[in-house]
């Protein structure tokens, strides 16, 4: 039987050729030697072990037919890692985006330089018009979304105000990429000129919770709490402290913009034909309210204003417990299961 060795020296991998019983491996000097009494040795140990394989052999034949039967089940394949969401937030993208709007709405010839602050390839641009042609009065982010790890698509509104004219708003999807500067800074850079396009669709408002309109009569004892609470709130006067539920934390609109504040309409939760609650519920009873306001300033000027209160009963009187950001929706009506038909006798 002939083969091939390697073994592993301090410097070298040498090949070794062997030849029965007696091996040399190497060359004998820095290598290993088996002598011929060392082959004899190693012949008698060959033949126990070859007697303990015999004997070996039926339990070993076993576990593989068992093995075999029940086959190793596939380590569950994971998928791979989704990329890591960008460090830099919208906020700052947003903020790029509405800087880059005002100064290309404005731009004329000769502006490039002041593009491709934003947008570098504005410098190969052609412009026309004059600069300052046009004018911004207003700039809102209207849409922000993440469209790749690093690259976000802002649509700022803008209104525009040519020279001599009527404004008119339009809209401008501007593409910019985000990254991490050094020292925890966030840099920007747009990666196209802006796109003018479609207003956001307007969709159908959800259902409330809330029941329908009705007066606020100086009767209802909710009516009362709200206007006394939402006067002292944006005229200041009053004190509205006395109106808060315990660990309410409210503080009176400061400086005071308004003098005089009426609620026209309450919208209560849970109420159905609009009538009035003129008894007090029991203490820890606690509804969301939608309220109608007029507020008037020193030039007696009113505006409508609405706000959405929770309101909670202590000591047998209404207290405001929040001022919601935004008014309550009604929950999604149940959908019944379908009920399987029995099957034909």
């Not at 401008?172 to 396009?197: H, I």
């Not at 539920?245 to 005071?256: D, E």
């Amino acid at each position: 039987m002939r083969g091939l060795l390697r073994r592993r020296t301090t410097d070298t991998v040498e090949d070794a050729e062997y030849r029965g019983g007696d091996v040399a491996l190497g060359d004998g000097g820095g290598g290993w030697s088996m002598s011929t009494g060392a082959s004899a040795l190693g012949t008698g140990a060959a033949r126990w072990v070859l007697r303990g394989l015999l004997l070996l052999g039926p339990l070993l034949g076993g576990a593989a037919l068992a093995l075999a039967s029940h086959p190793a089940v596939p380590a569950a394949v994971r998928p791979p890692a989704a990329p890591p969401a960008s460090a830099a937030g919208g906020q700052g993208a947003a903020g790029f985006a509405e800087q880059f709007v005002a100064v290309f709405v404005a731009a004329g010839d000769g502006d490039q330089a002041k593009l491709a602050s934003f947008y570098p390839g504005a410098t190969d641009l052609r412009l026309e018009g004059a600069p300052g042609r046009l004018g911004v009065d207003q700039l809102v982010v209207a849409r922000l979304r993440q469209t790749d790890r690093d690259v976000w698509s802002v649509t700022v509104g803008a209104r525009l105000t040519p020279a001599g004219g009527a404004g008119s708003v339009h809209y401008f999807q501007v593409p910019v990429a985000a990254a991490p500067v050094g020292g925890g800074a966030t840099g920007y850079v747009a990666l196209g000129m802006p796109a003018e396009v479609g207003a956001p669709a307007r969709v159908q408002a959800p259902a409330l919770v809330y029941g329908p309109w009705r007066p606020a009569l100086p009767a209802d004892p909710l009516a009362q709490t709200v206007t006394s609470a939402l006067s002292a709130y944006l005229t200041g006067a009053g004190g509205l402290d006395r109106y808060l539920s315990p660990g309410t934390q409210l503080a009176p609109v400061s400086p005071a913009p308004y003098t005089q504040v009426s609620v026209d309409q309450l919208a209560v939760e849970g109420e159905q034909d609009g009538s009035p609650l003129t008894v007090v519920p029991p203490g820890g009873t606690q509804l969301r309210v939608l309220v109608q306001v007029r507020a008037g300033g020193a030039d007696g000027v009113r505006v409508p204003l609405t706000y959405a209160l929770t309101l909670r009963v202590r000591a047998g009187r209404w207290e405001v417990a929040a001022l919601d950001g935004a008014p309550a929706e009604a929950p999604s009506p149940a959908v019944a299961s379908p009920v399987p038909s029995a099957p034909a006798s």
